[in-house]
């Protein structure tokens, strides 16, 4: 089975500043798929960037960029800029084809005024 | 365009009480998810259904028990609540099972058992 693990519990920067989520996932598959989702106050899960697997180009989506290690199994979230809005839970999550969605334990990103 | 919607927002009940989650979707998805959240722990899969007819067990199934009334609307119940069961349940949808672009979900519902 595949496992996901984000290493950070919690993590708080200054507003502007560029802060990096880690994570690392656990799976023998060649082609997946990885996002990182965003949950804020409000509860709602909103998908912030989707990386496919067999692309070696990192995807950028705006001020949300990822780092992509697939040797590594590793797949961390860059946000530059930071702003207040960006304050939230971060989940990383795997998927490959017909399984079903599996997610690291989260990250809590407090942005600072 | 409301996508995943979910009731009710937040219910608390008694050790013993039954409840049952709603979950409706206006998508035309073929695939709806329940999923619980708790601290340090993510998002666990309870139940799937991979498309209308059909239900699965998922990661943590037990003290749950799931129908997909049609192909819009799949609700999730608790038959006896238990303290453990206090958490956040999510419902989420994708249009098969077999996709490749993640979930929608809905805004949750929050769930106290004293």
């Known amino acids: 089975a595949q496992t996901v693990t984000q290493s950070q519990p919690e993590m708080s920067v200054q507003e502007a500043e560029t802060v990096t989520l880690s994570c690392t996932y656990d799976?023998?598959?060649?082609?997946?798929?990885l996002f990182w989702y965003k949950q804020p106050p409000s509860r709602q899960m909103i998908l912030v960037i989707r990386?496919?697997?067999?692309?070696?180009q990192n995807a950028t989506e705006n001020r949300f960029s990822v780092n992509f290690q697939k040797a590594a199994k590793s797949f961390s979230l860059k946000i530059s800029d930071s702003q207040l809005g960006d304050t939230a839970m971060y989940f990383c999550?795997?998927?490959?084809?017909?399984?079903?969605?599996?997610f690291g334990q989260g990250t809590r990103l407090t942005i600072n005024p | 365009n409301a996508g995943v919607t979910q009731t009710p927002k937040f219910q608390v009940l008694k050790t013993g009480q039954s409840m049952t989650l709603q979950c409706a979707q206006d998508?035309?998805?073929?695939?709806m998810y329940w999923y619980r959240q708790d601290p340090g722990m993510g998002l666990r899969l309870i139940y799937y259904?991979?498309?209308?007819?059909?239900?699965d067990k998922g990661e943590v199934p037990n003290g749950y028990n799931v129908s997909r009334l049609n192909k819009r609307e799949f609700s999730l119940r608790l038959e006896s609540a238990a303290p453990s069961q206090t958490s956040v349940y999510f419902c989420?949808?994708?249009?098969?099972?077999?996709?490749?672009?993640?979930?929608?979900f809905g805004s949750g519902t929050r769930l106290t058992v004293v």
């Open positions: 999550a795997f998927m490959k084809g017909a399984q079903k969605l599996v």
């Open positions: 799976t023998s598959e060649n082609n997946y798929y």
């Open positions: 998508m035309n998805h073929n695939s």
């Open positions: 259904s991979a498309s209308e007819g059909t239900t």
């Open positions: 989420a949808s994708s249009e098969n099972f077999v996709n490749t672009y993640g979930y929608t």
């Open positions: 990386q496919e697997a067999y692309k070696q």
